[in-house]
């Protein structure tokens, strides 16, 4: 018989079936059929539920770990065949050496037999192997089920090698007297007190548990940087019990990360990298490191990680990132800054308005993607997923729809200004029809998005224009929108209905609904920009 006892938040995932104690997890639909289960279950070896309890952490980790490997498909990855190399050597010189420890005086027999036993395995996949109790390719096998890597035929070979050649090694040190080499090059960890799990698998047990809710959910984005920071922090403590952090690890963590270039998280491979790696690699140059910025949000992340953990009982006491963050710099210095006209004509030198492209590509979509940022004002992600039916008409006026926007003020009516309609944006939208209103741009990033693409190209096309001022970006568009704006004297509160700012108090709680399309209409036309040279 298989129960839960107590409260659901207190043994949450743990089943009791025949007096030991294991943590059941739900597979995701989507990968039920391919998992070919409901449910995934580990044993945690104990009949004690507060043993149970702190043992849980870690098998629910590896699991919910399992399920996204599982999405991602394909063979076991190097890096992967790497990890389960340096455990099987780990886990097989232990079991020897324990062994060897309870045979005293027999030493030098015993390794002479482990010897011969390598030789009677080695390259006998299929053969019962003695160190596991099976035959080497079926505990292979078992491992690329758990670890949710496809379970082919090169995937079973590659791993059966990697293990027979660990457990070869383990017992060559063993008969040599050589201590097995720390994993990923680290460092010996320094030995750490704590019952709690420890930081990578209560890092992933927060990210699974805020992605359930798909209403709540962290964006692509978000999930993925808290995952970096999470590993970073993991490789500086090396991996510490989370009840054994201290204030001093979290100010180490945070000075340390400083060091890094600015822009590291662009460098190829990066994100595989290890922080001493990162370190070695990347270094901040003299004038130059992480901005405060940069540095609290990893703050933030980790503070929150904390707080998260300590309402589930996992530690107690002072949060040790409370109170870290960094002095923010002054607007002014860090703002985006509109473009001026003589860097307008530049970026729009050359530029064709095609209707109807033979194919769409990034270079037919950017111009139209400047020129409405330039006479909407709108943001780069509301421009990129813009779909062709967002475009609406009312009392005979054309407008973007914006739907879905970063806040409840960003949900909007823009009416298209008369330059757009000059240029034959009418037109190209007749022309797409239904969907995606500019297909060349093609979504990217963790959230798929077509904005990212823009943002990763854009840089490259402005300099390529020559405009290389700094603190101009895509976003200078929309700055040189609302500035347009203030120049044609128009009140902050119809303007922040065109840009999808907040409205001042007054108009927002007695005239909630705001202007009708025709008042819009006045705003947007308001915006012009002389010396502009369009086609």
Known sequence: MCKSMGVQGDTKYLRERRGRWLVQVAVPNDLRAKIGRANIERYLGTASLPEAK?????????????????????????DELKAQAEAELRRAYDALAADFLDSHGRLPQLAEEVAEDAASFIGASYQGNRLLGMSTAEHAEEVLKRLGADRSEESVAALTEAILKAQGAAIAMLQRGIEPPPFNGQTPRRHRHGTAPRVSEVGELYISERQRDKAARLTAQTAAQHRATFRLF???????????????????????????????????????LSLQELLKRFPAGDDDGLSNRTLNRHQSALKTLFRWARKRGMVEGENPFADLARPKARQSEVTWLPFTVAELNQLFAGAAFEINPAKHT????????????????????????????????QDGIWYFDITEAKSEAGVRRVPIHRELTRLGLLDYVKAIGIGPLFLGVTPGGPDRKRGHTVAKRFPAYRRDKRVKRERVAFHSFRKCFVR?????????????????????????VYNPEGIDVAGLREV??????KGLKLP
């Open 234 to 272: 993991s490789d500086f403590t090396q991996d510490a019990p989370l009840d054994s952090i201290t204030r001093d690890d979290a100010v180490g963590f945070l000075d340390t990360i400083a060091g890094l270039h600015p822009h590291y998280g662009r460098r190829p491979g990066a994100a595989k």
């Open 484 to 508: 347009a704006l203030e120049l044609a004297k128009v009140d902050r509160d119809r303007a922040a209905q065109i840009v999808g700012h907040e409205r001042g108090f007054t108009f927002r």
């Open 524 to 529: 947007v036309e308001a915006v012009e920009y």
């Open 362 to 393: 990034l270079a037919t979509a950017l111009p139209w993607v400047m020129a409405v940022a330039l006479y909407a004002g709108m943001r780069q992600g509301e421009i990129c997923e813009l779909e062709a039916q967002d475009i609406r008409q």
């Open 54 to 78: 702190r043992l849980r952490h870690a098998k629910v980790a590896e699991i919910l770990a399992s399920f996204e490997r599982a999405r991602e498909g394909g063979p076991i990855r190097p």
